[in-house]
């Protein structure tokens, strides 16, 4: 018999055998026993042994920060199933409450996030997908239509979507070096759809279900008073406030959505214990009057140099993403923000995307027409477009669609990877003064590899018959 069948009825007997011993001590179970014992319990249990160890006997063959990456991640579910465990034992919250409630699996979505920051790893894409994965498991906090998120099967499925665009980087990366990273990947795919997918469908598909008798939820700790002279010199300073949650993981500004309400607030919150002083700006020595070299009219010496660009903002002009007169989102200037998003969008508006570098945006929703140019380094994902997607003047652009574009056009452009999904598999693709263009498709089995097909860049005229005919230069090897 299989060893990890085995261990799943050694497990269910232990249940069952507490659950008898609640009735003989004192007529009633306990109610901790009765949670565990639950069937949305014991089917997480079943969720995590069948996926999450996929994931990490994966991460065990290749180590190094991909494994630190799935221990983490693997702690984060294991946070929701006891998180999952208290909520049949807890009264509904309210905000303030919830935050409070939220905070363990807020602490550990944060140690994620922290792998991807710093000097960027070999295996940043594997930690990208592993921190942007963990979004989904935000779906424990809806509480209804009203409170600003997706409903908790559709905010697993586009928590993914956002992870899937470097967990497809892992799989082209390494489809022909190393068999243990496309295994990776593909566990990774499969932990959220079907994996947590079809859990939620099945047992919380409106967002968990509270206790009606049970225990309120713990108020939010109160904030620290600053002592008095008097006070006790030995007593310990207050906890620095916690990091930024991988919830709101950018500015509000990089956002299409309307000011944040309900749930959204409580993330909110949860990351406001920012220092009082946070919005002040330091005098420097140089800015102080005695040292201002504009009042003497000599230049100082810190002038002759050219002033280091501001990571967030380009020299052409400051970042921009907003709807102009109700029909154009415009996306500009924007550099090395990985989070930009379009979520209020809809057939009759277009998309324009210029001079961002370094850059992920993702579309939700259907557009007529999207264009990037002049931008480097830039990765796009979008559902649908009515007319056409273009490229124009760029270097280094990724693109990936997920349900259907009927024109796709790449102009004067160095290095363009598309992915299509099964549904834009009949886009007709133009090129014009470019170069290096590989369009992957999904392959015709099950596994979810994609096939890679580079679009020729060389071609041969030759006259015949009294016309040109042309045709793509082809190279055969041994």
Not at 30 to 37: A, I, K, L, P, R
Not at 284 to 292: A, E, I, L, Q
Not at 430 to 444: F, M, Q, R, Y
Request: glycine share 8%; proline share 6%.
């Amino acid at each position: 018999m299989d060893e990890k069948l085995i261990q799943r009825l050694e497990s269910a007997v232990a249940r069952l055998e507490a659950f008898s011993t609640g009735f003989r001590h004192g007529g009633a179970p306990e109610s901790d026993e009765v949670t565990v014992s639950d069937p949305s319990v014991l089917a997480f249990d079943d969720f995590m042994g069948q996926y999450v160890a996929r994931v990490s006997n994966a991460a065990e063959k290749i180590g190094g920060q991909v494994l630190e990456a799935t221990k983490i991640l693997s702690e984060a579910f294991s946070v929701q199933r006891e998180l999952l465990v208290k909520v049949k034992q807890t009264q509904k919250p309210d905000l303030a409450g919830l935050a409070e409630f939220l905070k363990p699996l807020n602490e550990v979505i944060n140690k994620a996030n922290a792998l991807t920051e710093g000097r960027r790893s070999n295996f940043f894409n594997h930690l990208k997908t592993a921190a942007d994965s963990l979004s989904a498991l935000a779906w424990i906090a809806f509480t209804g239509k009203d409170c600003g998120m997706s409903m908790p099967i559709a905010h697993v499925e586009e928590s993914w979507q956002m992870a899937e665009f470097y967990n497809n980087k892992v799989l082209v990366e390494y489809r022909n070096k190393d068999p243990n990273h496309v295994e990776w990947a593909k566990a990774m795919k499969e932990l959220y759809l079907p994996g947590l997918r079809d859990y939620v469908k099945s047992f919380y598909p409106l967002g968990p279900v509270w206790s009606v008798t049970g225990k309120k939820a713990a108020p939010a700790a109160p904030k620290a008073s600053p002592p008095t002279k008097t006070s006790a010199p030995s007593a310990p300073a207050p906890p620095p406030p916690p990091p930024a949650s991988l919830f709101i993981s950018e500015p509000s500004q990089a956002s299409s959505s309307k000011p944040k309400e309900g749930m959204a607030a409580v993330f909110q919150e949860i990351n406001s214990g920012k220092p009082v002083t946070l919005g002040l700006k330091k005098v420097t020595d140089d800015m102080k009057t005695k040292n201002r070299a504009d009042r003497v009219g000599i230049v100082g010496s810190s002038e002759k140099g050219g002033r280091t660009a501001s990571p967030s903002f380009s020299k052409t002009g400051p970042p921009k993403l907003e709807l102009q007169m109700g029909r154009k989102w415009v996306v500009e200037n924007q550099i090395g923000r990985k989070n930009l998003v379009i979520d209020d969008c809809d057939a009759k508006q277009s998309v324009y995307i210029f001079g961002c570098k370094d850059s992920v945006l993702q579309i939700q929703g259907k557009v007529n027409n999207i264009t990037v140019d002049k931008c480097t380094k830039m990765g796009v994902v979008f559902t649908d477009v009515v007319a056409a997607f273009e490229i124009v003047n760029s270097n280094g652009v990724e693109v990936q669609c997920q349900g259907s574009a009927p024109t796709i056009s790449v102009d004067n452009t160095g290095g363009c990877v598309l992915y299509l999904s099964k549904d834009s598999l009949g886009t007709s693709i133009t090129t014009a003064k470019s170069s290096e263009i590989n369009v992957l498709v999904p392959g015709g089995a099950s596994d979810g590899d994609w096939v890679e097909h580079a679009l020729p860049q060389q071609f041969v005229h030759t006259f015949k018959d009294g016309r040109f005919e042309t045709t793509p230069v082809s190279h055969s090897g041994g």
